[in-house]
C-alpha cells in the first residue's frame, strides 16, 4: 500500500485544478463549479467563503473555546488547498477543501490520500445531497489518482458530521485517536474511505 505514496502524492499535486472541477461538476450539475489554489481565490470570493464557514462552524468551536479565526483562514486559504465552491446564480452555496497528501499509518506505512479539509453547506441547501456528492466526487478523485484513502479529521463536538461521514462509508481510521489508550480523551476522530 504505501509503494510509491510519495510519488502518487506527488503527481496528484501536479493534478490541475480543470480536472477536479470537472469531476466535481460532473455529480453537481445544478451548480456551477468552480476549483481553484487556496491562496490564489480572489478576496470577493474568500470574504465569502470564510462567511460561509464562520456561519456553519464559528459557534461550536468558540462555545469549546477552540476558535482560532487566523489559524483556520490560513489553513482554507493555503497554497497547498484546493477549494472547490459550488455556485448557483452566483451565489457561493457550498464548498469543499481539500489537499493532496501523505499521511503516516500504523507500523510507519505512508498512504498517498486526498485529504478533505473543510465540506460546507450552506444552511438552507442542506439534505439535498449536496454533501454526499461532494464525497462521491472525492471518492472519485482518490480513485482516478491511484491514491489510498480520502481523509479528514471532525471534531467530536460535531456529532451530525461524525455521523454524515459514517453514514457515507468512512471509518474511524487506523490511527484514529479511540484505537489508542487515552485516545478517547481527544475531541476529534480522523476517518477514512477506500
Ligand atoms: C455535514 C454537511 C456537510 C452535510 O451536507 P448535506 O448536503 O446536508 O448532506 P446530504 O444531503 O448528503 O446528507 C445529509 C443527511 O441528513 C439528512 N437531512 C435531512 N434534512 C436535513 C437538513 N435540513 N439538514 C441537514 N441534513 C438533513 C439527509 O436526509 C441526509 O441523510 P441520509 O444520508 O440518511 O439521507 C452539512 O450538514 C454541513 O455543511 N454542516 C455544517 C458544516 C459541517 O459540519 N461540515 C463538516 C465539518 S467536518
Not at 510519488?7 to 480536472?19: D, H, I, V
Not at 454533501?131 to 479528514?152: F, S, V, Y
Request: glycine share 4%; hydrophobic share 35%.
Amino acid at each position: 500500500m504505501s509503494d510509491f505514496a510519495e510519488s502518487r502524492a506527488s503527481f496528484a499535486c501536479e493534478t490541475n485544478n480543470k480536472a477536479v472541477n470537472e469531476i466535481f461538476q460532473s455529480r453537481l450539475q445544478d451548480f456551477q463549479v468552480r476549483t481553484e489554489i487556496g491562496s490564489q481565490v480572489a478576496s470577493n470570493d474568500k470574504a465569502s467563503l470564510f462567511s460561509l464557514y464562520e456561519g456553519n462552524m464559528k459557534p461550536t468551536f468558540e462555545a469549546i473555546g477552540e476558535y482560532d479565526r487566523d489559524e483556520k483562514y490560513n489553513e482554507i486559504f493555503n497554497e497547498e488547498s484546493r477549494i472547490v465552491m459550488l455556485e448557483q446564480k452566483n451565489h457561493l452555496k457550498a464548498f469543499v477543501s481539500l489537499r493532496f497528501d501523505t499521511e503516516e499509518g500504523e507500523d510507519d506505512r505512508i498512504y498517498a490520500v486526498v485529504y478533505l479539509y473543510e465540506l460546507q453547506v450552506e444552511k438552507d441547501c442542506r439534505g439535498k445531497k449536496i454533501g454526499k456528492r461532494c464525497i462521491d466526487a472525492l471518492n472519485t478523485l482518490t480513485k482516478h489518482l491511484k491514491l489510498d484513502k480520502t481523509m479528514l479529521t471532525v471534531s467530536k463536538y460535531n456529532p451530525f458530521a461524525v455521523k454524515f461521514y459514517g453514514n457515507n462509508q468512512f471509518i474511524f481510521d487506523e490511527i484514529d485517536p479511540s484505537w489508542y489508550e487515552g485516545g478517547e480523551d481527544e475531541n476529534y476522530h480522523i476517518m477514512s474511505r477506500v
